[in-house]
């Protein structure tokens, strides 16, 4: 999606060391979600956020923390990498400037693939 | 825990045929939809059902849903090889938060 940019694209870091991956969005969504991609578990969120400054836990948040100080940006932070987070991250925006219709579809960035060694 | 699961896992078709693929899920849910990723890129949005809904066209793409059996199937007409990627299924259920769960995918490989 041309409106959500994902920084890095690739990154290899060392078991024990942070780690930040920024998602932009330029959609002026409200709603931003982080989800980790593995073969055989299809997408599981992380977090997400439903406003600045607002965010809560996903399915598999330990282990993982997340900030938004703007609407645009959305940062999940690994604070020690462990070899089990080396994965496929992806950011996605959802819905306009409120909360999102219940047919609104996610729009995703095309993911940062992170290698833990 | 996963709410949508595809199946099959992987198919492999010639140019021309139709391809189908299926997702079960657990709970009730608003609406489903389908996510086309191709490699090493985002996924992309689809064709979104609403729970109300039993059957929804657009293009070469058919969609049905079976809220009694919580299953839905995505056929593509006359594939190509360009449709080639992975296809998901995601549910969105009424939650505050609303994300979308997603299944685990199907491959699907068109041969030229």
Redesign the interface.
């Given at each position: 999606?041309a409106g959500?940019t994902q920084s890095p694209r690739h990154k290899v870091t060392e078991t024990g060391t942070p780690v930040t991956l920024r998602c932009h969005q330029t959609e002026n969504h409200r709603?931003m979600?982080w989800?980790r991609q593995d073969p055989?578990?299809?997408?599981?969120?992380i977090h997400?956020s439903?406003g600045v400054k607002d965010t809560?836990k996903?399915?598999v948040s330990d282990g993982y923390s997340v900030s938004r100080s703007k609407t645009e940006d959305f940062l999940l932070t690994l604070e020690s990498a462990t070899s089990s987070q080396t994965s496929v991250y992806?950011c996605?925006t959802?819905?306009g400037q409120g909360?999102?219709a219940?047919?609104s579809?996610?729009?995703?960035?095309?993911?940062t693939r992170l290698t833990v060694t | 825990s996963q709410q949508g699961e595809e199946d099959p896992q992987a198919l492999s078709i010639q140019e021309g045929e139709n391809a189908t693929m299926n997702c079960s899920y657990k709970t009730s849910i608003n609406n489903l939809q389908w996510y086309r990723q191709n490699s090493g890129r985002g996924l992309v949005h689809l064709i979104l059902i609403r729970s109300n809904e039993r059957e929804k066209h657009s293009g070469r793409l058919r969609v049905t849903l079976d809220t009694s059996k919580k299953s839905s199937s995505l056929l593509i007409t006359a594939s190509r090889a360009a449709d080639t990627a992975s296809y998901f299924c995601a549910t969105d259920t009424d939650t505050g938060r609303r994300a979308l769960t997603f299944g685990s995918g199907t491959r699907l490989q068109v041969q030229p």
């Amino acid at each position: 999606d041309a409106g959500i940019t994902q920084s890095p694209r690739h990154k290899v870091t060392e078991t024990g060391t942070p780690v930040t991956l920024r998602c932009h969005q330029t959609e002026n969504h409200r709603y931003m979600y982080w989800y980790r991609q593995d073969p055989g578990h299809g997408l599981r969120l992380i977090h997400y956020s439903y406003g600045v400054k607002d965010t809560d836990k996903g399915e598999v948040s330990d282990g993982y923390s997340v900030s938004r100080s703007k609407t645009e940006d959305f940062l999940l932070t690994l604070e020690s990498a462990t070899s089990s987070q080396t994965s496929v991250y992806f950011c996605a925006t959802r819905g306009g400037q409120g909360a999102p219709a219940n047919d609104s579809p996610l729009h995703f960035g095309n993911g940062t693939r992170l290698t833990v060694t | 825990s996963q709410q949508g699961e595809e199946d099959p896992q992987a198919l492999s078709i010639q140019e021309g045929e139709n391809a189908t693929m299926n997702c079960s899920y657990k709970t009730s849910i608003n609406n489903l939809q389908w996510y086309r990723q191709n490699s090493g890129r985002g996924l992309v949005h689809l064709i979104l059902i609403r729970s109300n809904e039993r059957e929804k066209h657009s293009g070469r793409l058919r969609v049905t849903l079976d809220t009694s059996k919580k299953s839905s199937s995505l056929l593509i007409t006359a594939s190509r090889a360009a449709d080639t990627a992975s296809y998901f299924c995601a549910t969105d259920t009424d939650t505050g938060r609303r994300a979308l769960t997603f299944g685990s995918g199907t491959r699907l490989q068109v041969q030229p």
